[in-house]
């Protein structure tokens, strides 16, 4: 599975951030290689691209161990195959008596890690525009490049890449994992909302929505995009989450099997 941490292997690198340890696993270095080379594999590309994915998803993955800590929990991250995970760990940190024992808790410590991207996104807007290069902010959901950032360029177009590269990750990717699908962080918040809303059937009706959610992207990917790994990749989380609906109703979307 993905979205689980993987065990450790002898290739694995180990850093901390501040005290907070990180662990890259060997599959993400694999993974961002495979992905950055899609284009032409031109290596200054793909180390560029390597570079800019480290860099944010391990912001977003400590914006997720910040609301860990808000709430009292120790956590550590680590990265692995197509993104990261911050795992929380026993033990208090100093959540000043909040409880994470609520569904706001659940929502918050979600939603940090695309907050804490887009926030990375903002300072690189900011740097931009103070340095009198005015960024502008693009979208076209139907092009094979949905969201992208235009300014004034540098003189080095490896600068620009990465900063394109950035920009790219934080912001489109962060939207992407905004969608009602398990186990992204949209999904978790969707899961959460249900099951304060419907405490009966929320986790059921939070299992349907991403089923729905992860076919219709797989669907768009192919079609309108072309983009046949991101489909498979979205029609894997819709048999993910599909597998897990039938362990809660019993088999399919109304528990009498599909």
């Known amino acids: 599975m993905f979205f689980v941490e993987p065990p ?7 850093f901390n951030v501040g005290d907070v340890p990180v662990r890259v696993h060997w599959t993400f270095w694999l993974m961002t290689l495979l992905l950055g080379a899609g284009a032409d594999g031109d290596p200054a590309r793909v180390l560029l691209w390597t570079v800019a994915e480290f860099a944010c998803i391990l912001v977003h993955e400590l914006g997720h161990v910040a609301a860990f800590r808000y709430y009292g929990m120790n956590a550590h991250v680590v990265l692995h195959s197509f993104g990261g995970l911050a795992i929380p760990t026993s033990g208090r940190w100093g959540g000043r008596g ?9 929502v918050v410590i979600s939603l940090a890690g695309p907050v804490a991207g887009f926030a990375f996104a903002a300072v690189i807007f900011l740097g931009l525009a103070l340095g009198g290069r005015a960024p502008h902010l693009h979208f076209d959901l139907v092009s094979s490049v949905p969201i992208f950032v235009e300014w004034e360029p540098f003189n080095a177009n490896n600068v620009n890449r990465l900063l394109q590269y950035m920009q790219f990750i934080n912001i489109f990717w962060g939207l992407v994992n905004l969608l009602p699908i398990i186990p992204l962080d949209g999904g978790q918040v969707a899961r959460a909302v249900a ?14 929505l991403s089923v729905v959610a992860a ?30 609906l039938q362990q809660v109703s019993g088999g399919g979307f109304g528990g009498r099997g599909w």
């Open 8 to 14: 450790p292997s002898p290739y694995d690198l180990h």
């Open 195 to 208: 099951a304060k809303v419907y405490p009966a059937d929320g986790l059921r009706l939070s299992l349907i």
């Open 98 to 106: 909040r409880s994470r024992e609520t569904w706001l808790a659940d």
């Open 215 to 244: 076919v219709g992207m797989a669907a768009f990917c192919f079609l309108r995009w072309e983009e046949v790994f991101a489909a498979i990749f979205f029609a894997y989380m819709a048999y993910q989450s599909y597998q897990m």
